[in-house]
């Protein structure tokens, strides 16, 4: 609805004419122009003329659905796609679970070598049940079933010569005692015929310098004692003490472990001089210890004679 504000007849007789004259203007630019009817269409209000045409009819159009619609891209999103989601894959779960159960194994194992549980005292209820346990673990091993049966060898216990009221006066068998140092297991074969001597021993827990590795000086003892033995025996004597020594320590000597001593007379010894040479392995044969003394016989003192069975 057009409400008109009154106005001097004049001023609209003077419009009218105005709308009614047709343009003359720019002609060369515009050949015809259809003359502009007095009503009001929408391009022509009071008389005034609009650039702009007027909008479609509301039939011509779509009205949009929503006021959002209209500022909406030119492009628009395209909608998701109807592709599942890739499953997660179970291999990184399965790589925790593995490193955690490494994890917690090599920490079991380090706990024990750091900081192992007490072992019993020697001459207890309890060191005696662990000597027999080791005993009979030693009996299933190759080479002490390969020695035990070949004739060309003999064997015994070490310190079986002992009378028991001195072995308490002695490093071996008195603080080095029991199952948690060398008194687990440790058995001497002799060969007659070539001198060499084969000591399979166990050395304990109790008796490390470092967690988990035989102290050095404990190994110089057993050396010493397994090189006295195949030495001793090539003396006529039956006697003999050590004048040098020399150890080449190559790799770490475990503790609860068996291992071979291998030691043989060097050739050229005679009846108060011996040369001896000795390795230290493991039971697979790797060589952890090498070792190289001179025994002979003393001259002004006497001492006891052994054969050769401490």
């Given at each position: 609805?057009?409400?008109?504000?009154?106005?001097?007849?004049?001023?609209?007789h003077?419009a009218?004419?105005?709308?009614?004259?047709p343009?003359t203007?720019?002609?060369?630019?515009?050949?015809?122009r259809?003359t502009?009817?007095r009503?009001?269409?929408?391009?022509?209000?009071?008389?005034?003329?609009?650039?702009?045409s007027?909008p479609?009819?509301a039939s011509?159009?779509?009205?949009?659905?929503?006021?959002r619609?209209?500022?909406?891209?030119a492009?628009?999103?395209?909608?998701?796609?109807a592709?599942?989601?890739?499953?997660?894959?179970?291999?990184?779960?399965i790589?925790a679970?593995?490193?955690?159960?490494?994890?917690?194994?090599?920490?079991q194992?380090?706990?024990?070598?750091?900081a192992?549980?007490?072992l019993?005292?020697?001459?207890?209820?309890?060191?005696?049940?662990?000597?027999?346990?080791?005993?009979k673990?030693?009996e299933?091993?190759?080479?002490?079933?390969?020695?035990?049966n070949?004739?060309k060898?003999t064997?015994?216990?070490?310190?079986?010569?002992?009378?028991?009221?001195?072995?308490?006066?002695r490093?071996?068998?008195?603080?080095?005692?029991?199952?948690?140092?060398?008194?687990?297991?440790?058995?001497?074969?002799?060969?007659q015929e070539?001198?060499?001597t084969?000591?399979?021993?166990?050395f304990g827990?109790?008796?490390?310098?470092?967690?988990g590795?035989?102290?050095?000086?404990?190994?110089?003892?057993?050396?010493?004692?397994?090189l006295?033995?195949?030495?001793?025996?090539q003396?006529?004597a039956?006697?003999?003490?050590?004048?040098?020594?020399?150890l080449?320590y190559?790799?770490?000597v475990?503790?609860?472990s068996?291992?071979?001593?291998?030691?043989?007379?060097?050739?050229g010894?005679?009846?108060?001089?011996?040369?001896v040479s000795?390795?230290?392995?493991?039971?697979e044969g790797?060589?952890?210890?090498?070792?190289?003394?001179?025994?002979v016989v003393?001259?002004?003192?006497?001492?006891?004679?052994?054969?050769?069975?401490?």
């Open positions: 609805m057009i409400t008109r504000l009154p106005a001097r007849r004049l001023t609209i003077s009218s004419r105005l709308v009614s004259r343009a203007r720019c002609t060369h630019h515009i050949k015809s259809p502009p009817s009503q009001l269409d929408g391009r022509y209000l009071h008389g005034r003329l609009y650039s702009t007027p479609p009819p011509e159009t779509s009205k949009p659905i929503d006021l619609s209209q500022f909406s891209d492009h628009p999103t395209p909608p998701p796609s592709e599942p989601a890739p499953q997660r894959s179970l291999r990184p779960y790589y679970t593995l490193f955690f159960m490494i994890g917690l194994t090599v920490g194992y380090v706990r024990l070598v750091l192992p549980p007490p019993p005292p020697a001459g207890t209820k309890e060191d005696e049940l662990m000597v027999q346990y080791l005993q673990q030693a299933h091993l190759p080479i002490v079933q390969s020695l035990s070949d004739p060898w064997h015994h216990d070490a310190y079986t010569s002992l009378p028991e009221h001195e072995r308490s006066h490093l071996t068998t008195g603080p080095l005692a029991g199952a948690r140092a060398i008194g687990g297991y440790q058995r001497i074969f002799f060969n070539s001198g060499e084969i000591t399979v021993i166990w827990g109790a008796i490390a310098g470092w967690p590795v035989t102290h050095g000086g404990v190994i110089a003892t057993i050396f010493d004692e397994s006295g033995r195949c030495a001793i025996r003396f006529p039956k006697t003999g003490v050590t004048a040098n020594l020399e080449n190559l790799k770490p475990v503790t609860n068996f291992y071979v001593i291998r030691a043989v007379p060097d050739q010894a005679t009846d108060t001089k011996c040369w000795a390795r230290l392995e493991t039971l790797r060589v952890c210890v090498e070792a190289k003394a001179l025994f003393p001259k002004k003192f006497q001492t006891r004679k052994s054969g050769g069975q401490f």
